[in-house]
């Protein structure tokens, strides 16, 4: 069997020279990735190439929990921790609960792991991130459905969910081409784009809200601090009682609404 010896200082020079303000940790992760020098090479050309580090690795880290990733569905972030910490705080015992806009399923494998749900749901519209989230979420007895927000969900839960957390897109039409190149190249559009404002999904969640909560239930989603008092008008003009939080230690603002009951 060849020996692996990977030259550490000289992938950290390139992934540096690439512009990876992290090249240190970069370099510890793709090493401990592969078992040779060609399926090192490989990867770091990847990532030298512009390609998300999470894409390359196939996983990235989220509250705690390694989530598998697939080119193009979105990579969490990990300012939604601030999402999951909100839902929970705001969460009784064995809530009904769906997540709109999962993604990867990252959200929802964390609120499994914090909660013990009589029923978690996850929807996205990207059949992408529906097949990743899928994989994430198999053997845990959580469906992941496939269509717009609460389309998909079984009828019978309309008016008895008691959270729904949702970290659909908020960024601004015009300012997508702003974002980072990792973020605006790789990831579906779908996932970024909220619209002229950056609320346009957001208010049909809130809207959708009304129906599917059972009172006393609670919307959480994430959103930009700029963008939260107009959110919070429009929850408060459906009937929502919103509040605001913000983490600036992961540079997160969470929205929480609760359905008066």
Same mark, same amino acid.
């Given at each position: 069997m060849t020996s692996?010896?990977?030259?550490?200082?000289?992938?950290?020079?390139r992934?540096?020279a690439?512009?990876?303000?992290?090249?240190e940790?970069?370099?510890?992760?793709?090493?401990?990735?592969v078992?040779?020098?060609d399926?090192?090479?490989a990867?770091?050309?990847?990532r030298?190439?512009?390609?998300?580090?999470e894409?390359?690795?196939?996983?990235? @880290?989220?509250?705690?929990l390694?989530?598998?990733v &697939?080119? =193009?569905?979105? *990579?969490? $972030?990990?300012?939604? %921790?601030?999402? #999951?910490?909100a839902?929970?705080?705001?969460?009784?015992p064995?809530p009904?609960v769906?997540?709109?806009?999962?993604?990867?399923?990252?959200?929802?494998?964390a609120?499994?792991a914090?909660?013990?749900?009589?029923w978690?749901?996850?929807?996205?519209?990207d059949?992408?991130?529906v097949?990743?989230?899928?994989?994430?979420?198999a053997?845990?007895?959580?469906?992941?459905l496939?269509?717009?927000?609460y389309?998909?969900l079984?009828?019978?839960?309309?008016?008895r969910l008691?959270l729904v957390?949702?970290?659909?897109?908020?960024?601004?039409?015009?300012?997508?081409?702003?974002?980072?190149a990792?973020?605006?190249?790789? @990831?579906?559009p779908?996932?970024?784009?909220?619209g &002229?404002? =950056?609320?346009? *999904?957001l $208010?049909?969640?809130a %809207?959708?809200? #009304?129906?599917?909560?059972?009172?006393?239930?609670?919307?959480?989603?994430?959103?930009?601090?700029g963008q939260?008092?107009?959110?919070?008008?429009?929850?408060?003009?459906?009937?929502?009682?919103?509040?605001?939080?913000h983490e600036?230690?992961?540079?997160?603002?969470?929205?929480?609404?609760?359905?008066?009951?």
């Amino acid at each position: 069997m060849t020996s692996f010896h990977p030259d550490r200082s000289a992938l950290v020079s390139r992934l540096r020279a690439a512009g990876c303000v992290y090249a240190e940790d970069e370099a510890d992760l793709l090493i401990a990735a592969v078992d040779s020098s060609d399926a090192l090479s490989a990867l770091a050309d990847r990532r030298v190439g512009g390609e998300p580090l999470e894409y390359v690795l196939g996983w990235a @880290e989220f509250c705690g929990l390694r989530v598998a990733v &697939a080119p =193009g569905v979105f *990579v969490p $972030r990990a300012r939604t %921790a601030l999402l #999951v910490e909100a839902a929970v705080s705001v969460t009784g015992p064995a809530p009904a609960v769906a997540d709109l806009c999962c993604g990867s399923g990252a959200t929802t494998l964390a609120l499994a792991a914090r909660l013990t749900p009589r029923w978690l749901a996850a929807v996205d519209l990207d059949p992408a991130a529906v097949a990743c989230a899928r994989r994430n979420l198999a053997g845990r007895d959580v469906p992941v459905l496939h269509g717009d927000l609460y389309d998909p969900l079984p009828p019978a839960w309309r008016g008895r969910l008691d959270l729904v957390v949702a970290n659909a897109p908020y960024v601004p039409t015009e300012a997508v081409a702003l974002m980072p190149a990792e973020a605006r190249l790789h @990831e579906a559009p779908v996932a970024l784009d909220g619209g &002229a404002d =950056g609320l346009a *999904v957001l $208010r049909r969640v809130a %809207a959708g809200a #009304v129906d599917w909560l059972a009172p006393g239930g609670h919307l959480v989603v994430e959103v930009s601090d700029g963008q939260a008092d107009a959110l919070c008008a429009a929850m408060t003009g459906l009937g929502l009682a919103p509040r605001v939080l913000h983490e600036p230690e992961w540079d997160a603002t969470a929205v929480t609404a609760r359905r008066p009951g």
